[in-house]
């Protein structure tokens, strides 16, 4: 069993040799990622050489109002695209002809900013004959988790705008346990925030404006609770958090804004502690964008404290979407063989992480 301290990452990188132990750790590898899925254009630099992780860049479309407006999502990312790589690759103290591949993120996201990376990616494996490799999101997001957590094979729960589950490992894959009935837990909350006019910005000096708005409440909302063996449905909290709301004078509304907090992460802490029990690991990773908010990650520690095992999540700037962590998973995936040529390289916008097979594994 893990150390019961529950260690959390302080974006220190581990030795990924001992996470990948069937890789070629003494070949010389550069590769350069890009991420594009949603709302972020990201470009990063991983090596097979410490620091492993040499360079991470994003800029992140903030729309005036309502929600990520794909085509204009990817509008924004073929403006900001150039400068961006080239910031990556300056920081990482490479030009494009020094890296040995070019990864990308292919899914799933939004189909017209998928398109914005795949097609610039595509453009420079061709121009300057470079390996294309391909990269899963969801993925990218756990591995470069593990790596800068050291954890060999934990419970996931991964969770971000899109995407809400637990995962974990086995026969080559991860396999899915648990996951949203419908809207993902960081929408849930970016919904909300929009919606009652807290938001934009919707994070303010590293704490999401709901949890900003709960600090002032005594005690929490009664709003629905809904957790179906082990996937979770968070709509029918927000319709419900959105009536009260609107019913409600100011006063109440940061007991409404703890009430709406509450239930979702502590339905995202339920289904992560079946896994973990279930499945019988000794460590949970807490991964994706909502893994920045310390107000979860001080739940997730504090069950994984109770059942004697060990917690861990990517720095804030690993946990949202980013370049590095796609540089890193097509680094593995160059060096297990895994390429694709540009034709086949096609978006795959429902891109299911149980679909992806990881043999450096």
Request: charged letters at 20%.
């Amino acid at each position: 069993m893990a150390n019961a301290a529950t260690p959390s990452s302080s974006g220190r990188v581990s030795d990924p040799r001992l996470l990948y132990r069937g890789l070629d750790w003494d070949r010389e590898v550069y590769v350069l990622g890009i991420e594009s899925t949603a709302h972020t254009f990201g470009a990063g630099v991983a090596s097979t050489r410490p620091p492993y992780i040499l360079s991470n860049v994003r800029d992140t479309y903030r729309p005036e109002k309502g929600g990520i407006h794909p085509r204009e999502a990817a509008s924004h990312h073929a403006r900001v695209a150039p400068r961006v790589l080239r910031e990556a690759l300056r920081e990482a103290g490479l030009s494009i002809r020094d890296v040995d591949g070019i990864a990308v993120a292919l899914g799933p996201g939004l189909g017209p900013a998928l398109r914005v990376g795949a097609t610039i990616a595509r453009g420079l494996a061709v121009y300057y004959s470079k390996p294309l490799i391909p990269v899963n999101h969801a993925l990218a997001h756990i591995e470069v988790g593990r790596l800068v957590t050291g954890l060999l094979d934990p419970l996931v729960l991964y969770v971000s705008g899109g995407n809400t589950m637990v995962a974990a490992f086995a026969k080559k894959r991860y396999r899915v346990f648990g996951e949203t009935l419908d809207i993902a837990l960081g929408n849930l909350l970016d919904t909300f925030a929009r919606d009652a006019g807290l938001a934009p910005p919707y994070v303010v000096e590293g704490l999401h404006v709901v949890d900003r708005c709960a600090e002032d409440a005594k005690e929490p909302a009664d709003l629905p609770y809904v957790v179906k063996g082990m996937d979770v449905s968070f709509s029918g909290l927000l319709t419900a958090a959105l009536r009260m709301w609107e019913r409600s004078g100011p006063s109440e509304h940061p007991s409404i804004c703890l009430g709406l907090r509450e239930v979702a992460y502590g339905a995202a802490v339920e289904v992560a502690e079946r896994g973990l029990v279930h499945m019988r690991k000794d460590s949970v990773l807490l991964t994706g964008g909502v893994a920045a908010s310390p107000v979860l990650r001080r739940k997730i520690e504090e069950m994984a404290r109770y059942h004697g095992a060990a917690a861990g999540y990517p720095p804030p700037s690993l946990a949202g979407d980013n370049g590095a962590m796609i540089a890193w998973v097509g680094l593995l995936n160059l060096l297990a063989g895994i390429t694709i040529s540009p034709e086949e390289a096609v978006v795959r916008q429902r891109w299911r992480l149980d679909l992806v097979e990881a043999p450096w594994r």
